[in-house]
């Protein structure tokens, strides 16, 4: 089994709705990020928490949020989803020297 | 902030040949880390560098972290197919605090 399973691995939605990708790890890591990547731009982070009680905006947060139910769970949603969000999503982990980090396998999602 | 620029964006290679790719930063990086991507995958770790004019081989690659701190190097000797994937150059953002920053990628293709 994965360290970091994302769910779903994939999905299509329209263009105004709500979507929730979701992250849990099995690693005990206290820190946990949202990445997005775009062919050509590599990967950039959203958002980024180092334990429950702590959320922090990454590079791109605008249009994003996330929600840190327990130390192994860290959701990310856009609630109004347009299509220039259509990319492929990490959800990653790192100890507490956050030099190392483990991503998931990714969740594609596409925004018509 | 922090930029990591990589080079080249891709490299079309015969099956056998050495691979050369580095990364450069604006800024000066305490840890460099090489990550792989395989084709529907996550980034992987591959190497992490943490002292300036270290050279560090993980089977047939090897890094080196730059002695000015700006700069990294991954070499892949005689290159087999399954090699193919995306490289990614990252640094800690912040001193490590902030997760790290990525360079765009090095596609590696590898022609039979």
């Known amino acids: 089994d994965a360290d970091v399973t994302q769910t779903p691995r994939n999905r299509i939605t329209k263009t105004g709705k709500r979507i929730m990708l979701e992250c849990s790890q099995t690693?005990?890591?206290?820190?946990m990020y949202w990445y997005r990547q775009d062919p050509g731009l590599g990967l950039r982070l959203i958002y980024y928490s180092f334990d429950v009680k702590d959320i922090n905006k990454g590079e791109i947060s605008d249009g994003y949020s996330v929600s840190r139910q327990a130390q192994a769970k860290f959701s990310l949603s856009l609630e109004s989803a347009i299509p220039n969000q259509t990319a492929l999503y990490f959800c990653?982990?790192?100890?507490?020297?956050?030099?190392?980090?483990?991503f998931g396998e990714g969740s594609w999602l596409t925004v018509v | 902030g922090q930029q990591l620029n990589q080079s080249p964006q891709s490299m079309f290679i015969q099956e056998g040949e050495d691979v050369s790719m580095n990364c450069t930063s604006s800024?000066?990086?305490?840890?460099w880390l090489w990550y792989k991507q395989d084709p529907g995958e996550g980034p992987v770790l591959l190497i992490a560098l943490y002292k300036a004019g270290e050279l560090t081989s993980n089977g047939r690659l090897t890094a080196q972290f730059g002695i000015t701190r700006k700069d990294s190097f991954l070499n892949i000797s005689a290159s087999i197919p399954s090699d193919v994937g995306i490289y990614f150059c990252a640094g800690p953002t912040g001193g490590g605090a902030d997760g790290l920053t990525f360079g765009k990628g090095t596609h590696l293709i590898i022609q039979p």
């Open positions: 690693k005990g890591h206290d820190r």
């Open positions: 800024s000066i990086f305490n840890t």
């Open positions: 990653a982990t790192s100890d507490g020297s956050g030099n190392t980090i483990y």
